[in-house]
Every structure is written in C-alpha cells, then in structure tokens.
C-alpha cells in the first residue's frame, strides 16, 4: 500500500472542491493537487531516482513544498523534511548520513547546497522557493499531469526524520507507509473529522506534526486547509471565522491569549484547538477554556511513530494528561526492569502498535541503536517519564533524558554544550531547560569559565553560537559559575541547576 493512495481515496468526487487555500488569494483545487503532484512524481522518475532513494528539502513552506512531499511518496521514493534553520554544518552531517538522490534547497541557498551536493558525492541539486519560484517547480511543470502512483509494501519506508539524541548525534527515524497510513486513519476518527471540516494549518512542514498529523488528516478528510506560512496569532483570529480545527504548540496558545480579540465570538466557528509538541501549561489550559468556552485536546506522540495517546473528542479532557492510548496502540509505565507500575506511580513510558503500525521502523543505519531502544516484547522506550492516574489518563512528569522542547522543537544539550565548550575562555558548560511562559522551556546554559577567561560574556557566547547552530538552538540566557555541582560518579547535577536557575 502506497500511503498516497490512501490519501487520494478520500479526495473529493468533485475534483474542483478546494484543498489548499493560501495568503495570497490562491486556490488549489483537489484535482490540481493530483495532477501537481504527478509531475513532481515524474520528475523524480525521470531524474533517475528509484523506489526507496531519499529525497531532502530544505525549503520554506509552500504549497509546492508539499507537492514535492506527495509527489515522492507517488514515486516511491523517501522524504527527508530539514529544518530551515539548520546550519551548513547540520545539514552536512545529515547529507552524508542519508545520502539522498536528490537534495533541494532555498534558491538562495543554491550555491551553498551545490557545494555541499559536491562535498557529500550526491548527483542533483534543485532550488524551491516559497513563492513557487526555483529550478525543481520549473522543471515539474514540464512534466506530465498523469502518473501511475508506485506500488509500496507496508513496511516500505516513506519518510526519515530527524531527531537528535543525548549523545549529540542526530538519529534518522525510519516512518513506514504503514506507520503514517495507520496513524492518519486513528486520528481522523478519534478527532472527529466531518464533512466541512476546515482546517486552519499554521505549523511548520519539516516535522510530524504540521507535515503528517495535520495534513494527512485534511487530505484524508478531503477538507480545505487554509496554508499559512507560520503562526501568526492575529491573522490566526481572523482566518478562524472561516475554520473548524487549528492545531498548534503550546507557543501558539499563549500567543492567542496575549490578542485582546481572542473571545468567544472569535472563536464561534471553531470546533476543536488541538495542542501537542510541548507541554501544555496548566494556566494557559484554564484561562484559554475561560476565554473561549473551548477546552484544548492535548496529546503525546513523537517522531519515532507519530501520535501515541490523546485526550477524548467527547468527554473530560483532563487537564495536566494527554489522555489515553490511541486505538491499536499500548502504552505503559514500568520500573527500570521494565516491570509495570501501579496506578499513581511514575515510571518510564513505553509504547508498542499492533502490527507495529504505531511505532517507527527503527532508527536509519543504527540497528544497535534501535535494538537498544526496543523492549524484548517489542515497546519502544521513548524516555519520557510518567503516570496513569486511577482513570487510565496518562501524565507526562519528566523526561529521563536531557531532551529541551522549545516552542515545539526537540533541543538536546549534548550539541550546545559541545558547541560552548570550544569556545575560547570557556572550561565547561551545562545545557538545561527552564520554564518559560512563551516557549514552555528556554534553552538556557550555565558555563564555567577557564582561568583567564574573565572577559567571556554572556554576549559573546550566545553572537558565536548563532552562526554555528540552528537559532532555536541558541540559549535564550547564559549564567557563570565557579563549578557545576556533580554527584559521587562525576555526574552533572542538572537538577539542582534547574533549581537554582529556575527564577
């Protein structure tokens, strides 16, 4: 089963019915994204790539971006979405880690990419901008509007997504057509899609949630997706008079609540906000339901296999959970023997999908790694830490590994810290992430300066940081001291730097 396919059996008969809406007053129909979507499927075809070969983009959300994404899953090739934010540096490792067939940048980017396509032995570079603009749009608009989509086993890959670990080195999670195509149908049930259904789409398409989990709920529902560039919370406002669902990060909902305009008349339309990615503050769960009449559905899924739990359509949504075990998914909380905790008691969260559809396929070119991270009776470790309450509501508590989410963006501190260490006049450092109102956790790092080392500031680290590192990843604040406090084994106390911090 290819997963398009999928998709494309839920269109609308009347092909003329609306699928992306955008800014600028464009409209792209459900037979346009057909036959859009055919010529960049030809296009990799004709370009020589073969089923199984990965495609990267770095590139800006557009509409054409997202063809792009069909056209591959119709080729039978394998998407590899890259943050725009990465850094030449990022993007190499990853470059020479997937060895895709074809890489597509930003066109002003181009150059840099050719060089780096040059570097890493990689035959073809295209440009794709935002606007439609760039080498890869032009030459699929030449290609033919028909194209029979690849046939692809269930445990084909579709997608590799990048998720970095506490060793500091990024791991490609493998996502079958089976994992995306399983999750898709769950979450269009569990979530209610309906005919009229709109959905207001104002996250990023380089990650699970704004690329799978919202589109492929629209398209399987064959809604309109009003197609915004990124989160903007008035503009938000206005287009929610014409929408039914939005889904976001916790950012989005306390930006929302910072617009004077966000009442229960706003927000009239809407039938379901939607939030995940980060931790959900209890205030902002209370004063959003107070000023919208709307309760927020929070949910806990990651990359390596998409949504695990969620919060009910019908009934509580209870706050401070992400609810419980999505349908054809088992999640559970155990002792470090991986034996199950009772009700109430916190332990390491596992999960595990029937036929393996809820969970990835393992992590690329790391077989030690993935069997590392699989129980013998299959669960997944996925390294957050939490309870069941009596009413089998799951709730997130910690993480056991060092894992920052920053406005919705996964940040291990290995990186930075290695990044701060090789910097002049700096001994050490610590990475951590404290509370922040806006962006549920600020990266913040705490460094201890060599002797002679006086002049290093604060300024310093964060101006030499930005030009090495995604900017998500630069600390929103620097702190010195004399020694980080470490236990009998030498380890760093991060804990009680959370704690002294934390003000």
């Not at 339901?289 to 309760?295: A, L, S």
């Not at 705490?446 to 600390?475: C, H, M, N, T």
Request: net charge neutral; glycine share 10%; proline share 6%.
């Amino acid at each position: 089963m290819n997963l398009y396919g999928l998709l494309a059996s839920r269109f609308p008969a009347e092909g003329e019915a609306p699928c992306l809406i955008l800014p600028d007053g464009r409209r792209l129909s459900y037979a346009e994204l057909e036959s859009q979507s055919a010529r960049y499927g030809a296009l990799l075809v004709e370009a020589g790539l073969k089923p199984g070969d990965r495609v990267a983009a770095q590139v800006e959300k557009s509409a054409e971006a997202l063809l792009l994404y069909l056209g591959c899953l119709r080729a039978g090739c394998v998407f590899l979405p890259l943050n725009p934010a990465y850094t030449r540096g990022e993007v190499v490792y990853f470059l020479n880690d997937a060895k895709p067939g074809l890489f597509v940048c930003a066109p002003e980017r181009l150059e840099e990419a050719q060089e780096l396509a040059w570097a890493c032995r990689l035959p073809l570079v295209h440009d794709l901008g935002a606007r439609g603009e760039g080498s890869l749009a032009a030459a699929a608009a030449q290609m033919p509007a028909r194209f029979a989509t690849v046939e692809r086993a269930d445990g084909d890959l579709a997608s590799i997504v990048y998720t970095s670990g506490t060793t500091g080195r990024s791991k490609g999670a493998m996502l079958t057509h089976r994992n995306l195509a399983a999750n898709a149908r769950v979450l269009h049930r569990y979530w209610g899609f309906r005919p009229g259904d709109v959905l207001l789409h104002m996250l990023p398409t380089f990650h699970v949630h704004g690329l799978f989990v919202a589109t492929h709920c629209a398209l399987l529902n064959g809604s309109p997706v009003l197609f915004e560039p990124k989160f903007d919370a008035a503009r938000a406002l206005r287009l929610m008079r014409a929408a039914t669902v939005f889904m976001g990060v916790p950012t989005y909902y306390v930006r929302l609540l910072q617009e004077k305009g966000l009442t229960r008349e706003a927000v009239a339309h809407m039938r379901l906000f939607i939030s995940g990615s980060a931790p959900l503050l209890p205030e902002t769960f209370a004063e959003f339901r107070e000023r919208t009449g709307h309760t927020l559905l929070e949910r806990y899924g990651m990359t390596e296999g998409g949504m695990f739990t969620s919060n009910p359509l019908e009934g509580e949504r209870r706050i401070g959970t992400v609810g419980f075990p999505l349908p054809g998914t088992e999640v559970r909380v155990v002792d470090d023997l991986d034996k199950p905790r009772p009700a109430g008691e916190i332990g390491h969260i596992q999960v595990r999908g029937q036929n393996s559809s809820s969970v990835f396929a393992g992590y690329w070119q790391l077989p030690d790694k993935t069997k590392e991270e699989f129980t013998p009776d299959g669960f997944f470790r996925t390294g957050d830490m939490g309870r069941f309450d009596a009413e089998g509501y799951l709730a997130i508590v910690g993480r056991n590994k060092d894992l920052i989410i920053t406005g919705g963006l996964n940040v291990y501190p290995k990186e930075i810290e290695e990044a701060i260490d090789a910097l002049p006049g700096v001994a050490e450092s610590a990475v951590i992430g404290l509370p922040h109102p806006d962006f549920g956790e600020a990266v913040t790092a705490v460094v201890v300066r060599r002797q002679g080392g006086e002049g290093v500031s604060a300024e310093d680290i964060i101006a030499e940081l930005k030009g090495r590192i995604a900017g998500f990843k630069v600390p929103k604040a620097v702190h010195f001291v004399d020694d980080l406090p470490r236990n009998a084994m030498g380890k760093v106390q991060k804990n009680l730097l959370r704690q002294r911090f934390a003000g």
